[in-house]
């Protein structure tokens, strides 16, 4: 099925494929990265996670009319795509205040944004994917003034779905980060990955840390947290 490698991220591969054009396969690896890849390791198993979850996702939000670049899951690593061309800015929501916000504006771990707060990064490794505002990001895609206002409304959207999911599975959706592509057509759809590598979720009991902070800040078992997220999502359906 895929042919080319065509780049490699921190946590993903992309494929070329062998009969279609305009479709890609993202290969999920075992890698995880923090604090702009300062911090590393690998761990047998979490590429499947995060494809299985993501997948999960993807597939969950298209029965919600959500249009994404996700086709189908092909195996336990791997999914193939419609190929996008990636906007280079990282869309961020945050239900409750944590991580960078707190430290860059001083507001309080966990107070709630009602409505909930979009802000926009500049994907750009080199310069550690710094916040901008939306003249920048006009400045740095192709992105129109439409365009954005139609990424903002089908991230709050988005949000709306993801937080009713997660609740099903006694999970807080605290904040979580997007990105968007367009297709040949010129259309913006939901592009990359959604997991726990992307999202930051709570356990609405134990208020325990059910994502990659278990990784950044040395909580404990990340596979472990992986899991039961996946077991979770499966056993709702
Ligand atoms: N996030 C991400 N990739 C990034 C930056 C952030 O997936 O390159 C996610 C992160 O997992 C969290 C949300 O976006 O769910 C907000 O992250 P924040 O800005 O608080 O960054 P951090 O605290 O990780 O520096």
Redesign the pocket.
């Known amino acids: 099925m895929k042919t080319e490698l065509l780049y490699e991220g921190k946590a993903k591969k992309v494929y070329r494929t062998k009969d279609r054009q305009d479709q890609l396969v993202l290969a999920y690896k075992n890698d995880a990265t923090a604090f702009n890849g300062e911090k590393k390791s690998s761990f047998d198993g979490k590429g499947r996670l995060n494809n299985e979850i993501s997948s999960y996702i993807f597939h969950y939000l298209s029965e919600q009319n959500i249009s994404s670049h996700f086709i189908e899951k092909l195996n336990e690593t791997e999914q193939l795509v419609s190929e996008t061309k990636i906007i280079p800015i ?1 869309v ?1 929501v ?1 239900n409750l205040a ?4 707190t430290k860059r504006l001083g507001i309080e771990e966990k107070t709630p944004f009602s409505p909930p707060l979009v802000e926009l ?1 500049y994907k750009d490794d080199a310069l550690g ?1 710094p916040l901008i505002n939306d003249e920048h990001a006009l400045i740095l895609s192709d992105a129109t003034t439409e365009d954005l206002a139609g990424i903002k409304q089908m991230t709050l959207h988005i949000n709306n779905v993801l937080q009713k999911l997660f609740l099903e599975i006694n999970l807080t959706l605290v ?3 997007l990105e968007f592509g367009r297709l040949k057509d010129g259309s913006i759809v939901l592009s990359d990955e959604i997991s726990p ?4 979720l709570w356990d609405l009991d134990t208020q325990e840390k059910m ?2 902070d278990v990784f ?1 800040q040395d909580l404990g078992d990340l596979l472990h947290v992986y899991k039961v997220i996946l077991q979770r999502l499966e056993a709702r359906s």
Do not use: L
């Open positions: 990282e961020v945050r944590t991580g960078s916000i990064f994917d904040d979580f980060k590598d992307t999202c930051r994502d990659k950044r």
